[in-house]
């Protein structure tokens, strides 16, 4: 029986080695080849001459509808667009550097806050209520937020920005230093100190999350292109061939009818 020669073009190498795997057991299959350009199988195309072209819609995109009028050495190949959302090696990568990023800010924002909190702690030991309240209740220094956006793999991740009011290092300290303690200088400038690495944290978690829905919706994507639409491509594909086959073997019997038509009549004998 006869083994259709496929032809794979898709950006994502997750998808590719999916479908070469699905297919590396079925004899009625042979993946002949597979690339990320279109244009580079119309230059082989002579030399692997595939009966079926599996491609991207996002590959095929506006090209999907005049494939065969651009590329004319495919007009007798059957075509098989499928819609999927790439999530390939480099999302997965650019994802375990934001993990990464996100496990050395937190040990580093856990030990400074360690730090600030075990300073205040004596502060307010050596402290009253009343005064240690007195001296952080009118901060000297604000802080504005600013927020962008940019793009890591068509997902719009947030970027934190931060401005404070002043410049000065000294405007941490909303009181003065006659009837405070060194520790509460202490707590002080240590809070100032992670600050930023808190909004760096912060902004490190949220991307971490945006990434890990955007791979878990292609995940789903993947076992959707897996368990359901390549069954029913190779359903269809069987179909096609089978009706192929049939109409074949009905040609070669008008064939054969005419045959014995012709002999019958420039004879006179049955064939």
């Known amino acids: 029986m006869k083994r ?9 190498a997750v998808i590719t080695e999916g479908l070469r795997a699905l297919l590396r057991g ?11 350009d279109l244009r580079r199988l119309a230059e082989r195309f ?6 079926i072209m599996i491609i991207n819609s996002q590959i095929a995109g506006a090209l999907s ?22 999530c390939d ?3 997965m990568r650019q994802f375990m550097d934001v993990v990464r990023r996100n496990k050395e800010l937190r040990t580093k924002v856990e030990q400074g806050l360690t730090e600030a909190f075990g300073a205040l702690s004596v502060a307010s030991a050596v402290m009253s209520p009343e005064m240690l309240e007195q001296a952080l209740l009118y901060p000297r220094q604000s802080v504005a937020l600013d927020v962008s956006f ?12 931060f401005q404070t009011k002043t410049a000065e290092e000294g405007d941490i300290f909303p009181y003065g230093l006659a009837q405070t303690s060194g ?9 100032s100190g992670v600050f930023e690495d808190m909004l760096e944290l912060a902004q490190v978690e949220k991307t971490m999350q945006l ?12 076992n959707a292109l897996e368990y359901v639409m390549i069954p029913d491509l190779q359903k269809n594909i069987k179909y096609i061939s089978m009706k192929l086959e049939e109409n074949e073997n009905s040609t070669k019997v008008r064939l054969m009818k005419v045959k014995e038509m012709v002999l019958q009549d420039a004879h006179h004998y049955e064939y």
């Open 183 to 191: 520790e509460l200088d202490d707590a002080m400038t240590a809070l």
């Open 4 to 12: 259709y020669r496929l032809a794979i073009i898709e950006q994502s």
């Open 89 to 91: 090696d480099e999302l």
């Open 211 to 222: 990434l890990a829905q955007e791979i878990e919706k292609t995940r789903r994507r993947v």
């Open 65 to 86: 509808q005049n494939i065969r009028s651009a590329y004319p050495e495919m007009q007798h190949t059957a075509i098989a667009a499928i819609a999927t959302t790439v």
């Open 150 to 161: 940019k793009n890591i793999m068509s997902v719009n991740v947030p970027v934190y920005d």
């Open 26 to 36: 079925d004899n009625d299959f042979e993946v002949v080849f597979s690339d990320t």
């Open 46 to 51: 002579g030399v692997v001459e595939p009966d």
